[in-house]
Nanobody, 115 residues
Framework: QVQVVESGGGLVEPGGSLRLSCAVS????????LGWYRQAPGKERELVAV???????KYVDSVKGRFTISRDNVKNTVDLQMDSLKPEDTAVYLC?????????WGLGIQVTVSS
């Protein structure tokens, strides 16, 4: 069974940066999409960034210009570079890997932006 594991979260001050990484135990070359979601306490899960098969990327408006999603087909990883972090970015961040026949989520990792 494919495993998806997030890393790189933690506590950072406002204005700081973090780089999240999602490691996939199988190949991501044939995936339909690779995405990062987040869920804050008391809020619904929202899509933060997605990278589709054709190379197109989409971001939620609140992170445009600050976050960048990228992939490494050799390492089978999906990264989320987060810059100029704000307290409202605090949430559990989850990685989603979608193949044509299967979707797999990671367990999530905490990101806290606070002074």
């Amino acid at each position: 069974q494919v495993q998806v594991v997030e890393s790189g979260g933690g506590l950072v001050e406002p204005g700081g940066s973090l780089r999240l990484s999602c490691a996939v135990s199988g190949s991501i070359r044939s995936t339909k999409s690779l995405g990062w979601y987040r869920q804050a306490p008391g809020k619904e899960r929202e899509l933060v960034a997605v990278l589709s098969r054709d190379g197109d990327t989409k971001y939620v408006d609140s992170v445009k210009g600050r976050f960048t999603i990228s992939r490494d087909n050799v390492k089978n990883t999906v990264d989320l570079q987060m810059d100029s972090l704000k307290p409202e970015d605090t949430a559990v961040y989850l990685c989603q890997i979608v193949w044509d026949w299967y979707t797999k989520w990671g367990l999530g990792i905490q990101v806290t932006v606070s002074s």
